[in-house]
C-alpha cells in the first residue's frame, strides 16, 4: 500500500477512509475489496521509484 489516509467529521466520528495502492499490487487490491473499500479510480503515471513508473489505484470507503 503506498498511502493510507483517514478523514473525519467535526465530532470525531469517521467519515472517510481512503487508501492509495500499486495498481500492480493484487493483493493488496484483494484485501481492500474484501473490507468495504470501493474503487474509484487510477491515477496514471503517478509515482517514479527505482527509476520506472507505476500507476496508483485509488479505493475509499464511506461511513
Keep these: 500500500m ?3 489516509r483517514i478523514r473525519r467529521k ?3 466520528g469517521t467519515l472517510r477512509i481512503t487508501g492509495l495502492v500499486y ?3 493484487i493483493a493488496s487490491k484483494r ?4 473490507n468495504g ?3 474509484e479510480g487510477l491515477q ?5 521509484k527505482d527509476g520506472k513508473i ?3 489505484c485509488l479505493y475509499g470507503k464511506v461511513k
Excluded: K, P
Excluded at 31 to 34: C, D, G, I, P, Q
Excluded at 44 to 48: C, G, P, Q, S
Design 44 to 48: 496514471r503515471n503517478a509515482v517514479f
Design 37 to 39: 473499500f470501493i474503487r
Design 23 to 25: 495498481a500492480s499490487n
Design 54 to 56: 507505476y500507476d496508483l
Design 2 to 4: 503506498r498511502d493510507f
Design 31 to 34: 484485501v481492500l475489496e474484501h
Design 10 to 12: 467535526r465530532n470525531g
